[in-house]
């Protein structure tokens, strides 16, 4: 069965710092990997996807992340993290004839000034 | 930019109660999915669906569970009688289905049951 494992439940960092979220994944073959973010009160924004080819992937608000096969992680990272980057970052593998979604607990982000 | 959406926002009701939980998919998306998530905890597949029928349900998904296409717009999750541990954020996602993977989340209906 898919599972994936987010190791930090909360993580804060200063605003300008780096900022890399953790993700391993359990998945019997090559998995299609996604990172959401959530911010208060909001719905789960696609930050960026991996299905195929090159193992760094960039996405929006300036994150990217790396799919390592050989340590099944799929890390988040961002060099200058901003305020507004402050909410809960989930890590999701999906595959199947129905692509459903398994989810990480989520890591959240605090951003200190 | 279409976006999915859920009504109501927040819904509160008695224990035993059914509740109808409303969702507006991205309009020319093929599947729909329900997922929810418990406070503190990971979200949760539900259920899917496509054309017209459920694809894959969880065991979560029992018999409590239905979900419906009523129209050519809208996407329900009917829960017949609610139980204390229902109290969860719910969310519908989307997909277009003709290439792309990715499945677009609504903002959730928080539950609350009583």
């Known amino acids: 069965a898919q599972s994936v494992t987010q190791p930090d439940i909360h993580i804060t960092v200063s605003e300008g710092a780096s900022l890399e979220l953790r993700c391993n994944y359990s998945?019997?073959?090559?998995?299609?990997l996604f990172w959401y973010v959530q911010s208060p009160g909001q719905g789960l924004q696609l930050l960026l996807k991996y299905f195929s080819g090159d193992t760094l992937v960039q996405g929006i608000k300036g994150f990217e992340a790396e799919f390592k096969r050989s340590q099944s992680s799929f890390n988040l990272r961002k060099p200058s993290v901003h305020w507004s980057d402050a909410a809960e970052y989930f890590c999701?593998?999906?595959?199947?004839?129905?692509?459903?979604?398994?989810f990480g607990k989520g890591t959240l982000l605090t951003v200190n000034p | 930019e279409p976006e999915v959406t859920q009504t109501p926002s927040h819904q509160v009701t008695q224990m035993g109660q059914e509740v109808i939980l409303r969702c507006v998919p991205i309009?020319?998306?093929?599947?729909f999915y329900w997922y929810r998530q418990i406070l503190g905890q990971k979200v949760e597949f539900l259920v899917s669906?496509?054309?017209?029928?459920?694809?894959?349900k969880s065991e979560i998904f029992d018999d409590q569970f239905s979900v419906e296409r009523p129209d050519g717009s809208n996407f329900t999750l009917k829960i017949r009688s609610t139980k204390l541990e229902d109290s969860a954020m719910y969310f519908c996602a989307s997909r277009d289905g003709t290439g792309t993977d990715t499945q677009y989340f609504g903002p959730g209906t928080r539950l609350t049951v009583l």
């Open positions: 669906f496509y054309n017209n029928e459920i694809s894959e």
């Open positions: 999701a593998v999906g595959r199947g004839s129905n692509y459903k979604l398994t």
């Open positions: 998945y019997g073959a090559t998995p299609y």
């Open positions: 309009s020319n998306h093929l599947y």
